[in-house]
């Protein structure tokens, strides 16, 4: 089994370095390859996603990614600034399912800006589609609008667009995942406005058909929004499309108040995946070793279970990240009083010794 | 001055009465006209926006609107549904400019399912872009899909299209509403991304010039609703495009936990506006006698200060709500032990009394 390792920028390095100790005292023969990915990826070649990278990536059986951004990158023209390189990544690996799970450590509620009793014991899944929807549908640009009363003004232009396939396949996805957990479905949308959500809906009243033991639901996506910050422990699993999904999941994310924690995975149809932590590269503190690690660990436990088939020490990683939390141990980003400030490094080694 | 009432579905006709009878008492010669909008207007004529309706709207000098949308009208075929009404007013009376506060009176802090020291005091102004984007760009449709993988298969899209023109103009709202307040002004987009919110903020950076006292910042969506859930009371003015805005200003009304009390103003650009409460028509408790009429008396105040140059009877009412809330009358849905609890017609009774 090969696992590409890419480090990416700002605090990525250190969380990943955490996440690759744990994953070689698994007594596992995995094969580790890094290579440079982001601003470091444009800085070491030329280009946010070289292509030696992307084909490593390619020939890997599951990639764990750390993060990108600096400031230095942030005045680059679009196509070589270092967001691409996530796009181009999903874009090339063909991974359309992005799992974000928002889970509330009952040892970290009091993180949450919400109030203990609205956020405690969160536990959801958000499953965003992550290949279509206006991120990449063409056309698009900058144009002489064509008409109405701004014709003949430049405008700027995109399009949503989601095919049928495109839609069965994360609706399957999105149904698998709830007959895992509690059931329950929600499928957010615009259907009231949008032909692309309207079309969606349909698509996923269809696929319903086949999992008639999941309960499903649709919720427009301002009204799902809402119901993030008023009750978000009655959804069980959500599921929508790229865009509404980039804005729902970074909410639910925030939450927890706890977004260090947080891991993601995005697999494409033969549950081959990237998994990175749900945060950014963090150039503010990069270098400082106080960054979290346990969202990274936590990803390399997702890779460990999606894509290379190792359940058990995915589960033995997620106790061990139990364990250094109940043990009281807490990176600066989630300390409270009472409880024992420690570094990245020190995290690392904590969940090492928990195993 | 003539002043179109659409009373709509719903809590929309008790809660409209309670602003009428507020508006009765100011001791303005204001023309008042009723017509039927929403399921109402297909009950009555056919259509969610009756011709009659629409032309009394366009006669008049300001629109209270309550709210659309009931059981019955769900299964109706989309452009007969309610909210095509809205949707059919906004664009048809230009109404570009949407103004939502989001505003926590301290007396309701404890209503907010967020921690009383992250929202009370809360005082922010979004402003959401309401006649473009996707909302109302073509083409749009469902097709064949032209190329890619799922050539050949049925897709749904539609068009995001952002003209300078529509830009500028909301940017020019936006920066003057900003100028009234705080001074800061967010710009939300999704620049790295999209087309049409790279150009976006190419020239919500262009206006910023005959700005110069307004400090400018740029957030993406994504980012922008974490920020509202992590620490909402940094924002003073936001503003973006029709579908952002739809999603972060129904999570900041959220925020307050009380979006009873949160009203709206949709404006042309001759401050000719549409005012509603910020809530829906909540068909299950329409007719209870039991909601809250607060956000729809705040909206006529908004009206009084926009539309109809009457920024002093705005300010009474606006006095004559905080002075019924600080005697400690509420409705169920912001009731709280120690409170007394009242129905809609006795809350506008108390405003009316306040005045
Ligand atoms: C960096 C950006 C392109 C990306 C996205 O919008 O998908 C990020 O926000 C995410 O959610 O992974
Ligand atoms: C009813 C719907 C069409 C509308 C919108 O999406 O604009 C509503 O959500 C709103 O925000 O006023």
Not at 86 to 92: D, M, P, Q, T, V
Request: charged share 25%; with cysteine.
């Amino acid at each position: 089994m090969k696992i590409a390792i890419l480090p990416g920028d700002g605090i990525g390095p250190e969380i990943v370095a955490q996440a690759v100790k744990v994953l070689n005292v698994l007594g596992e023969s995995f094969e580790l390859e890094t290579a440079p990915v982001g601003g470091a990826g444009y800085a070491a070649h030329g280009h946010p996603l070289p292509e030696a990278t992307l084909a490593l990536a390619k020939a890997a059986d599951a990639v764990l990614f750390g993060a990108v951004g600096d400031y230095q990158y942030d005045n680059l023209e679009r196509q070589f600034r270092p967001e691409q390189a996530i796009l181009g990544l999903r874009k090339n690996l063909g991974l359309f399912a992005n799992l974000r799970p928002a889970i509330l450590y009952p040892e970290l509620a009091g993180a949450s800006t919400l109030k203990p009793e609205v956020v405690s014991g969160l536990d959801i899944l958000i499953i965003r589609e992550l290949t279509g929807d206006i991120y990449f549908g063409q056309p698009r640009g900058v144009r002489e609008c064509p008409d109405g009363p701004f014709k003949g003004q430049r405008e700027g232009f995109d399009t949503m667009r989601y095919a049928e396939g495109e839609i069965r396949r994360i609706a399957h996805v999105a149904f698998q995942a709830a007959q895992k957990r509690d059931k329950r479905l929600t499928s957010v949308d615009k259907a009231n406005v949008l032909e692309t959500f309207q079309f969606w809906k349909d698509i996923v009243i269809d696929v319903h058909k086949e999992y008639p033991d999941v309960a499903l639901d649709h919720m427009y996506v301002d009204n799902a929004a809402m119901q993030l910050v008023r009750a978000p422990k009655k959804f069980d699993v959500m599921v929508t499309g790229n865009m509404f999904g980039d804005i729902l999941s970074d909410a639910a994310a925030m939450l927890t108040g706890s977004i260090g924690m947080l891991p993601s995975a995005s697999l494409d149809a033969n549950n081959k995946g990237l998994y990175e932590p749900s945060h950014g590269s963090a150039p503010d503190i990069a270098g400082k070793g106080i960054a979290n690690p346990l969202a990274t660990i936590l990803s390399a436990a997702m890779m460990l279970r999606y894509s290379l088939h190792r359940e058990e020490q995915a589960d033995r990683i997620e106790a061990a990240v139990k364990k250094v939390l109940a043990q009281g141990l807490r990176t600066a980003d989630i300390h409270e009083a009472g409880t024992t400030l420690v570094g990245t490094e020190a995290m690392g080694d904590a969940v090492v010794k928990a195993l």
